[in-house]
């Protein structure tokens, strides 16, 4: 496609809910990476992918998030039983190659929990 | 470790002059800077890799200073279209992941 693609754009969850959140990637884009940006602050890395390999998932902030790319391409990023301060923008970036290289990012699907 | 962004914001006027600096207490393997509008996607500046270079395209540069941790975002004859938050995220070997900084609104008024 011509950018990455995240959808939702918006989603408001009651608490407890389940979500998932999808990513599609630049095609051809081996590396793709999920961070959770909360208002007023910086992009907090969550996860990364090299195809579909999950390389780091150091920034996960609980089991509750689980992330998968099955098959190198689209991504989903899936919250158990969301909690209010779950609540942030989830921003998907891919890159052609691994390090050192520009990543682009989607436009994020901002999760409201209430 | 979050790299430190300074200053948090800077007002200007259009055709002013701005520069933005990004510290770490960790060693990196290179910067990268990215400018994010309200309500939009993070957009790629620029890298700059460790070897203290220096790069720039249009009227925005900047620099990395391996040795002090530090990098610096210049931005020359600012237009309207500057304004934004800018991020620098720093990434340490191996690590693929970027770490960003607080950010610094830039907001650029007529």
């Known amino acids: 496609g011509a950018g990455v693609s995240q959808s939702p754009r918006y989603k408001v969850a009651k608490r407890g809910q389940d979500v998932a959140l999808r990513c599609d990637p630049i095609?051809?884009?081996?590396?793709l990476f999920w961070y959770q940006q909360a208002l007023g602050q910086g992009p907090e890395f969550l996860t990364y992918f090299q195809n579909e390999a999950q390389l780091d998932k150091s920034g996960l902030p609980s089991d509750r998030f689980f992330a998968e790319r099955p098959e190198g391409s689209v991504s989903t990023l899936k919250i158990q039983r969301t909690q209010q301060e779950d609540s942030a923008v989830y921003l998907c970036a891919s890159s052609l190659m691994s390090g050192n290289t520009e990543a682009f990012f989607g436009q994020g699907t901002r999760l409201t929990v209430v | 470790q979050q790299p430190v962004q300074s200053p948090q914001a800077v007002i200007l006027r259009e055709g002013e002059d701005a520069v933005i600096n990004c510290s770490s207490s960790k060693a990196l393997y290179s910067v990268h800077w990215y400018r994010q509008k309200h309500g939009e996607a993070p957009v790629f500046l620029m890298i700059l890799l460790k070897g203290g270079e220096q790069k720039g395209h249009d009227k925005i540069s900047a620099s990395f200073n391996e040795k002090k941790q530090q990098s610096s975002l210049y931005l020359t004859a600012s237009q309207l279209s500057y304004s934004g938050t800018y991020f620098c995220?720093?990434?340490?070997?191996?690590?693929?992941?970027?770490?960003f900084g607080q950010g610094t609104r830039l907001t650029i008024n007529p």
């Open positions: 995220g720093t990434e340490r070997s191996g690590a693929q992941k970027l770490v």
């Open positions: 095609s051809g884009h081996v590396s």
